[in-house]
């Protein structure tokens, strides 16, 4: 069974940057595909960027041309690069695998 973990989260200016990162371990595949969600509080948990398994991507309209994701397949290892943080991205953020398991979370606040 693959079990994900997050780290990376923090707190950071509005304009800054933060990378996350996703660890599956437990994977047999030689690649690694996997979805990014937020929850800020009091909404819905909503996807943020996915990494297919043969590496295309796609965003949310709302963090489109801020952030990207990627990822090493030798590390098993999926990465989220936010830049240009606004505080409404303010929220939880959770990896979650094709499969269905979800990470711990990883907190990220943007605030002055």
């Known amino acids: 069974q693959v079990q994900l973990a997050e780290s990376g989260g923090g707190l950071v200016q509005p304009g800054g940057s933060l990378r996350l990162s996703c660890v599956a371990s437990g994977s047999s595949s030689s690649r690694v595909a996997m979805d990014w969600y937020r929850q800020a509080p009091g909404k819905q948990r909503e996807l943020v960027a996915t990494?297919?398994?043969?590496?295309?991507?796609n965003y949310a309209d709302s963090v489109k041309g801020r952030f990207t994701i990627s990822r090493d397949n030798a590390k098993n290892t999926v990465y989220l690069q936010m830049n240009s943080l606004k505080p409404e991205d303010t929220a939880v953020y959770y990896c979650?695998?094709?499969?269905?398991?979800w990470g711990q979370g990883t907190q990220v606040t943007v605030s002055s």
């Open positions: 990494i297919s398994l043969y590496g295309y991507t």
């Open positions: 979650k695998s094709p499969s269905g398991q």
